[in-house]
């Protein structure tokens, strides 16, 4: 049984619900004789992937579709090997660089090398389309913007038609509000309410997702006892999080969001400073575990000092 958010994901450019006039851009770029490389970034849940998807289908046709997972490795300069895994059709491939830390340039070029070696593409043929919140290359740039709040509230009502549900215009606006302009998360929460109370009411709880319950769970596991049995269960609970494909990125701003309610204000700018360059850190290696395992720890020696100073103010 699939989620309403791939269950409803339009496949091909004239089908999408916003950013109509980049639809036609896109439609018109297919159509050119000289194709460019692309480049296409935005927020999360603006409809990056979908609108890539759409593109290939233009370009390919309905096999792009038919997907198969594998596993690749490469050999860097320095002979270190490398495994990663993607998902492949006959006509794409599709990867996550930053599984393999500093060595994604490294992983990048193979690929481009393997792919056309294989599929003997010609330079006038060759077409690649990167999804990506950052970088700099020779391609056409093109931002997907986060759809408005209108344009959500008017998607999460017309799928919910489509279950043969009724969705107040009311709850419609509170979960938009809670998705942050995310139509992903927005679509995964319009399901998650429908599943633990329907008929839809106005007034409502809107449901967190699991992991993000299990992170503010852990969270409050680090605020409550800071020892060496407690870091060692967290470690265990942020590699829970990670093996479910919860990116790193939103883990460490999950925890900084709970951690930052149990702090004062200097706290609160040296957790947000820790915070931030152990997400630099992350971002720089390939290891995501050792570096939320560092935060944590870091952060349980300051709240622990902070704690003790306080009890001892008090006396």
Known sequence: MSLWVDKYRPNKLNKLDFGLKQAAYLE????????PHLLIHGPSGAGKKTRIVALLRELYGPGVERLRIEHQNFETPSKKKLEIMTIASNYHIELN???????DRVVIQELIKNTASAQQIHGDSQRASFKTNHGKSRCLSIRIPAPSADDIIQILVTVSKKEGCLLPMELARRI????NRNLRRALLLTEACKVKQYPFVDGQDIVDLDWEVY????????VSEQTPKKLLEVRGRLYELLGHCIPPDEIFVGLLKELVKNCDGELKTQLTS???????RLNQGNKSIFHLEAFVAKFMSLYMKFMEETMGCGF
């Open 215 to 222: 992170l503010k769970d852990t969270a409050r596991m680090i």
């Open 28 to 35: 018109t770029l297919v159509k050119s004789e000289d194709f």
């Open 176 to 179: 938009t509000e809670k998705s």
């Open 97 to 103: 660089p930053s599984d393999v830390g500093i060595y």
């Open 274 to 280: 820790l915070a931030a360059s152990y997400e630099h």
